[in-house]
């Protein structure tokens, strides 16, 4: 089993759809969770990190749920935007430099 | 804004040969990690840096070397290149240990 595991999509969805991507960590001492966004051909730059207690981005919002081991993204209101590949990112619980990244979720938003 | 710049995006290189990616991250960052980035299989940790000359493995060091001879850059060697290394690398830096990863563009590697 892969310490963290995504949906690889694509989740093709219409502009102004809600869209929500489940990961899941095998880990269950894991402290840190993040979602990073990878562009087309380009490097993965950080959306957002995930707290305990969720957190709010504008459109974006991200949740932690522990006792089952997954974190989740919705993002409302999809603009053309933000068609991109989101990774899951995990800590190594043996060392903090590690983070372990998902395989991504590939969202397409069309007009 | 943070820079992290990689010295090549594309290389051809063939079976064998010593090959040399570079990495340059102009914010002072204490930790600085590659990363090769396969479909499927996302982004694998080779090695990464806390420190100058300070190194340790990643998920997957075998066929590559590091040198950190100084703070802002961190180098990727492939002693004999092999088809297998053909893959998107990766060049990383934080701040903090469970810091932003910031990332270079990517260097492209094709080993023939």
């Known amino acids: 089993r892969k310490e963290v595991e995504q949906d690889p999509g694509p989740f093709n969805v219409p502009e102004g759809a809600t869209v929500a991507f489940n990961c899941t960590y095998s880990?269950?001492?894991?402290?840190?969770f993040f979602w990073y966004r990878q562009d087309c051909r380009k490097e993965p730059k950080l959306l957002m990190s995930?707290?305990?207690s969720g957190n709010e981005d504008g459109r974006f919002t991200a949740q932690l749920n522990r006792a089952s081991q997954y974190i989740s993204l919705l993002i409302r209101d999809s603009k053309l935007s933000d068609s991109a590949t989101y990774l899951c990112?995990?800590?190594?619980?043996?060392?903090?430099?590690?983070?372990?990244f998902g395989s991504g979720t590939r969202l397409l938003v069309r007009p | 804004d943070v820079k992290v710049t990689q010295s090549s995006r594309y290389l051809v290189k063939r079976t064998g040969e010593k090959v040399f990616l570079e990495c340059v991250q102009d914010?002072?960052?204490?930790?600085m990690f590659w990363y090769r980035q396969d479909p499927g299989l996302g982004l694998r940790l080779i090695y990464f840096?806390?420190?100058?000359?300070?190194?340790e493995k990643g998920d997957i060091p075998e066929g590559y070397s590091v040198s950190r001879e100084k703070k802002e850059r961190f180098s990727l060697i492939l002693e004999s290149a092999s088809t297998n290394q053909t893959s998107m690398y990766l060049c990383?830096?934080?701040?903090?240990?469970?810091?932003?990863?910031?990332f270079g563009e990517g260097s492209r590697l094709t080993v023939l």
């Open positions: 990383a830096s934080s701040l903090e240990s469970t810091g932003e990863l910031f």
């Open positions: 880990n269950s001492a894991s402290q840190s």
């Open positions: 995930v707290y305990s």
């Open positions: 990112v995990v800590n190594r619980v043996d060392s903090s430099y590690k983070l372990i």
């Open positions: 914010m002072d960052h204490e930790n």
């Open positions: 840096s806390y420190d100058v000359k300070m190194k």
